[in-house]
């Protein structure tokens, strides 16, 4: 089936340093990706999407993800994490499909 | 205005009751949807409306009867829920259905707690 997978359950990082969380689609033609962040108890809000185009797509809170055709993927990455970082993270892809999202924490 | 507005923001209902969910957007989009999310695990589409047609996920249980007065707002009446039901209830919308949606817009949710 069609879909979307992240790898990773759960992630730790510290405060300031770098991230990347993982997702790989499984679509035959180009896929449309979005990543969502979802804070304990709210809504999502969209970090950022990729249809076509240039495969560096930049979002908002500084995120960015990197459309990679050979490799199947579209991490979201971002420099220096803030401990409001800390939250659920989903990759979604064509019609909505949900991976199974990440759960970042911030250590101090 | 760019959000979708979810009331209410909490529900505690019992066994018996009927109660509504209310969501509401003024951005122009044409297609709304409800999903239902449990804790950790992602949010499962329950019912989509575009262009104030229905579409049902055939797996979820009559008690959830979603009606769409007109394009900027669409409700969730619950009847006779279980306690399996009590979950996070999340609504959104987009400009319009499939990959070409550009993305959705989501409320921030009401959390559903069944007794």
């Known amino acids: 089936a069609q879909s979307v997978t992240q790898p990773d359950i759960h992630i730790t990082v510290s405060e300031g340093a770098s991230l990347e969380l993982r997702c790989n689609y499984s679509y035959g033609a180009t896929p449309y990706l979005f990543w969502y962040v979802q804070s304990p108890g709210q809504g999502l809000q969209l970090l950022l999407k990729y249809f076509s185009g240039d495969t560096l797509v930049q979002g908002i809170k500084g995120f960015e993800a990197e459309f990679k055709r050979s490799q199947s993927s579209f991490n979201l990455r971002k420099p220096s994490v803030h401990w409001s970082d800390a939250a659920e993270y989903f990759c979604v892809g064509n019609d909505m499909r949900f991976g199974a999202g990440t759960r970042l924490t911030v250590k101090p | 205005d760019t959000e979708v507005t979810q009331t209410p923001k909490h529900l505690v209902m019992g066994m018996t009751n009927k109660k509504s969910l209310k969501c509401e957007q003024h951005?122009?989009?044409?297609?709304m949807y409800w999903y239902k999310q449990k804790a950790k695990k992602p949010p499962e589409l329950m019912f989509v409306y575009s262009y104030e047609k229905l579409s049902i996920n055939e797996s979820v249980p009559s008690r959830f009867s979603p009606e769409c007065p007109n394009s900027s707002l669409l409700n969730l009446h619950l009847h006779a829920l279980q306690p399996e039901d009590s979950a996070l209830y999340l609504c959104?919308?987009?400009?319009?259905?499939?990959?070409?949606?550009?993305?959705?817009?989501f409320g921030s949710g009401t959390r559903l707690t069944v007794v």
């Open positions: 959104a919308s987009s400009q319009g259905r499939g990959p070409f949606n550009y993305g959705y817009t």
């Open positions: 951005m122009g989009h044409r297609a």
